[in-house]
């Protein structure tokens, strides 16, 4: 199949053939013309109709093979909101057409579609013979030259995003005051004297450190990679890193892009601003730096305070720090002064306390009369005697009515008892005399048999266990035999 572009002739389709290929190939409509010159349906002149001519260019559209076409797209309206379908026109430098995207394809899109993208569209030319418009027909489409780098470019962003590479959470401060700034740059453009000459002006106190490096063409991102890695590294470390480059073209612009240079900003142990292209200018590596400026010239100075705005500032700061310590100091004085007024007031009062105390413990007698005391205590001795001596003396009479009445209670005692122990010694006896034990004494003797006491021959059997009660013991045996007592 045969492909087409609209800046270019086609690439295995020839306007000129030759006899025998058009004899192999048959006619083209339009060559055909003459043939059907005499079937009666045109004019007696050999004019077509209006839909015969329509026919014939449909006809010659139809015979076109497949078409890629590259071209800008303006007056886009789609989709349809009934049909779905998209028109709008594809055009270049010199020419346009009119281009129609049927729903069915247009809803397999990765993209919208609007005004100024570049297209790389393939399909057929149609002709619509009602109104005799022709269009082309695309089956497939893709963004291409510029739109197609914004793409993946837009693509890439989206990616580092989820990753969390532009958090603003991410993005480490710069130093408001940056003594030490390493510039990563070309070291042949104009950029890299606009940075000295920004940074010469507004602060000459700021040392910078130039790191040279390719910001286009081929090798250049592994170049700014190894770069930021040598700016990254100097000793002692610089306060920030400038990664600058002046204007371009978007495709000059793609070094900026890259992935891998991406996330060797957003590692770099260094803060990074970034300062490339101009201010509609937007790349990757400024989406995960830590600053971004709009040109090279706007980074510098971002780093770099003015030498008379930090006059300015370090006057004012003067001012307010003299003010401050002049109001420290009242204020610490006008405390001191209070301090002062509160410890006297305190050291007189306890003072004054100290000595009504000293003066009342002086008026102590202890200290006044010290023998008045002994004195005192001496009679206060005699008078304890008195008292005790006086208490003892009845303990004479107490002792001898205690003896009296120990006595009447011997007596009495005794008395109460003999009668009784008369009566019991009776009572004993009595018991003594019906104890069995008397009986035994006398040789009698108690048998004990299987059931008890045995009482009676009945009681006990030949061979039960026997034993026998004596006064001082107890006789064990067995039963040999029974003899009953004649007549009992």
């Known amino acids: 199949m045969s492909t087409w572009n609209l800046t270019g002739a086609p690439r295995s389709f020839s306007g000129a053939r030759s006899r025998a290929q058009r004899e192999a190939q048959g006619e083209l409509p339009w060559e055909r013309a003459g043939a059907s010159a005499g079937d009666g349906s045109e004019g007696a002149d050999g004019a077509l109709s209006v839909s015969q001519a329509v026919a014939l260019a449909a006809g010659a559209l139809d015979a076109l093979p497949t078409l ?46 609007r005004d100024g993208m570049q297209l790389q569209l393939t399909g057929n030319f149609n002709l619509y013979k009602a109104t005799g418009r022709m269009s082309f027909v695309a089956k497939s489409f893709a963004l291409a030259g510029e739109g197609m780098l914004r793409q993946q470019v837009a693509a890439l962003a989206e990616k580092l995003r989820r990753e969390g590479l532009m958090d603003a959470a991410r993005k480490r401060p710069i130093p408001a005051f940056c003594t030490r700034v390493a510039v990563v740059t070309s070291l042949s453009g104009a950029v890299i004297d606009d940075v000295k000459r920004t940074l010469r002006r507004r602060n000459p106190l700021v040392e910078l450190i130039c790191v040279g490096s390719k910001v286009q063409g ?23 890193i400038l990664l600058v480059r002046g204007g371009g073209s978007f495709e000059d612009l793609m070094t900026f892009n890259d992935e891998r240079l991406a996330r060797a900003v957003a590692a770099c142990p260094v803060p990074v601003v970034t300062g490339i292209g101009h201010e509609p200018d937007n790349s990757i590596c400024d989406m995960v730096g830590d600053r971004r400026c709009s040109t090279p010239t706007a980074a510098a100075e971002s780093v770099a305070p003015a030498i008379g705005d930090l006059e300015d500032l370090l006057a004012s700061r003067e001012q307010r720090l003299a003010a401050a310590t002049s109001h420290t100091v009242r204020s610490a004085s006008a405390r001191i002064d209070g301090w002062a007024q509160r410890i006297r007031s305190a050291m007189s009062t306890r ?29 206060e001795l005699a008078q304890t ?6 208490s003892t003396s009845s303990f004479d009479a107490r002792r001898h009515m205690l003896d009296m009445a120990h006595e009447r209670l011997t007596h009495g005692g005794a008395a109460i008892t003999a009668s009784r122990a008369t009566g019991l010694a009776a009572q004993a006896a009595a018991l003594d005399a019906l104890s069995p034990l008397k009986v035994l004494a006398r040789g009698y003797a108690i048998a004990y048999g299987p059931h008890g006491v045995a009482t009676s021959v009945a009681d006990a059997a030949p061979g039960d266990e026997l034993r026998v009660r004596l006064a001082d013991g107890d006789i064990l045996g067995t039963v040999a035999s029974v003899e009953p007592v004649a007549g009992a």
């Not at 081929?218 to 920030?240: N, S, Y």
């Open 68 to 113: 890629t076409v590259i071209g800008e797209v303006t007056g886009f309206r789609g989709p349809n909101a009934r049909s779905g379908h998209c028109y709008f026109q594809i055009k270049d430098d010199a020419s346009a057409v009119d281009c129609i995207i049927w729903r069915g394809v247009y809803s397999k899109r990765t993209f919208d579609l």
């Open 218 to 240: 081929e090798g250049a991102p592994e170049e700014l990679i190894e770069a930021l890695a040598r700016a990254a590294a100097i000793e002692p470390a610089p306060d920030c």
């Open 385 to 390: 005697a008195e008292r005790f001596a006086a």
């Open 351 to 379: 003072l004054d306390r100290a000595a009504v105390e000293l003066e009342a413990a002086a008026r102590r007698p202890c200290l006044t009369s010290p023998r008045a005391i002994i004195e005192g205590r001496r009679m």
